[in-house]
């Protein structure tokens, strides 16, 4: 089968490239707002051609719009407006947040139209081809376009699930959560190593973190996140808690709002016994009204 590719950055290089290693599908046209990308992208696949602009689109038996989530409407929209027949062509975006339904322009045409989010960071291209088997991939739309696409996703390597459209944005909090909330919490860890001796020996300090982080990772999957849990709050030890959101605050007010937000989450998870779980509310609760001003 052919695939055509609307907005081809790295998740669609990723998959179309593996594709193509694979034999899974034959690599057709790709669009992306220049040409000079989409021969980025067809340089790096291996395969492929360049297209100009919607109205030179021709018919393919897949069609992966890979844009930007604000973008899929809009191209599926243009998609929709071609002289084409659809009702023999499924076409899937990738997005987590969003469900099928972006996709209706071309289902009213006839195409069989589903959403198929991979479970990964495609950030870094190289490592995704090496790393994206063994992840889990979460899928819903049109049954028929479910039936075309599983057994393509499942070449690639990974693990098929299913779950419903209404779903679609907490399904897609977890993964936020677990991705790009995760990065924002290393670089405040990062941002506190900077503060001391360590981050002035180094411009990049954080692998000094890099084997706790790997081990708790480890934990999390060994038994779960509330029993991997350890440290102050585990432990009840609300002067320790204290102690280091005035002097983060001291660094960043920033990084101390953020630092009492993330105690206060963790108290729940910590399941303490009620004294200690008192004594920390308690602290916590004073701790909020001096880190707005930590200063005064």
Not at 231 to 248: F, H, M, N
Request: net charge negative; glycine share 6%.
């Amino acid at each position: 089968m052919e695939l055509n590719i609307v907005g081809c950055g790295h998740l669609g290089q990723t998959v179309a490239k593996l594709w193509q290693r694979n034999a899974t599908f034959s690599i057709g046209q790709v669009l992306n707002r220049s040409i000079s990308s989409a021969q980025r992208a067809l340089d790096w696949i291996g395969a492929g051609r360049v297209c100009d602009s919607h109205s030179e689109l021709t018919p393919a038996d897949v069609w992966l719009i890979a844009t930007p989530d604000s973008a899929i409407a809009e191209a599926a929209a243009l998609l929709a407006e071609l002289d084409l027949n659809w009702h023999h062509s499924t076409v899937l975006h990738c997005s987590g947040a969003h469900s099928a339904a972006l996709l209706q322009p071309l289902a009213q045409r006839g195409a069989q139209c589903a959403a198929v989010h991979p479970i990964h960071s495609f950030a870094n291209p190289e490592a995704s081809l090496k790393k994206l088997a063994g992840c889990y991939c979460a899928a819903e739309g049109d049954p028929a376009a479910l039936h075309t696409l599983k057994p393509a996703f499942e070449q690639l390597g990974l693990q098929w699930l299913t779950i419903s459209a209404a779903q679609k944005s907490v399904y897609h909090a977890a993964s936020v959560f677990a991705c790009n909330y995760l990065t924002t919490l290393l670089a405040a860890a990062e941002q506190c190593l900077k503060a001391t001796d360590i981050g002035a020996s180094t411009e990049h300090p954080l692998p000094v973190l890099m084997p706790l982080i790997q081990q708790t990772l480890v934990n999390i999957d060994n038994l779960g996140p509330q029993r991997s849990l350890s440290g102050p709050i585990k432990r009840g030890d609300s002067e320790l808690v204290t102690a280091q959101a005035k002097a983060l605050a001291t660094i960043d007010p920033d990084l101390g709002k953020l630092y009492l937000a993330l105690a206060e989450a963790t108290v729940k998870l910590a399941q303490l016994p009620a004294d200690k779980h008192q004594l920390l509310g308690l602290a916590l609760d004073d701790l909020k009204r001096q880190i707005p001003n930590p200063r005064q």
